[in-house]
Nanobody
Framework: DVQLQASGGGLVTVGGSLRLSCAAS????????IGWFRQAPGKEREGVSY???????YYAHSVKGRFTISSDNAKNTLYLQMNSLKSEDTAVYYC?????????????????WGQGTLVTVSS
C-alpha cells in the first residue's frame, strides 16, 4: 500500500525557514509524481509543488523562488525547503502522490495523501 508520512511543520516568524519531510513507502518515485499541497483556513486545498516521474519539477507561482522541492530516492523521502516564509504560507501542508503530475491541478484527482503537518507563520 502507498503510505505517506509528513513531518516538519511548526511555528516560525515571517522571513523564517522550515523544512518539511515526507517519508514514503509502497511505491517507486520513478512511477509516481510526488509533492505537496496546502490548505489554509477557509480555503481550498492547492498544489504547491511536485516532482513528476520524469524528474521535472513544478512550483505554484506563489512559492516559486522561495520553496525548493527535492527527493532522496534511496531513502524514499521527499522534502520541501521553505524560505522567506510569509504569513500567507500558513496552512496545513499535505504530502501527496499520484501516477500523473496533471493531478496537481485539482486535489480531487490525487490518489494518495499523507496526513497534514501544520505550518504557522507569525508576524
Amino acid at each position: 500500500d502507498v503510505q505517506l508520512q509528513a513531518s516538519g511543520g511548526g511555528l516560525v516568524t515571517v522571513g523564517g525557514s522550515l523544512r518539511l519531510s515526507c517519508a514514503a513507502s509502497g511505491f517507486s518515485f520513478d512511477d509516481y509524481a510526488i509533492g505537496w499541497f496546502r490548505q489554509a483556513p477557509g480555503k481550498e486545498r492547492e498544489g504547491v509543488s511536485y516532482i513528476n516521474n520524469d524528474g521535472r519539477i513544478y512550483y505554484a507561482h506563489s512559492v516559486k523562488g522561495r520553496f525548493t522541492i527535492s527527493s532522496d530516492n534511496a531513502k524514499n523521502t521527499l522534502y520541501l525547503q521553505m524560505n522567506s516564509l510569509k504569513s500567507e504560507d500558513t496552512a496545513v501542508y499535505y504530502c501527496a502522490a499520484d501516477r500523473s503530475g496533471s493531478s496537481w491541478a485539482n486535489a480531487n484527482w490525487i490518489a494518495h495523501w499523507g496526513q497534514g503537518t501544520l505550518v504557522t507563520v507569525s508576524s
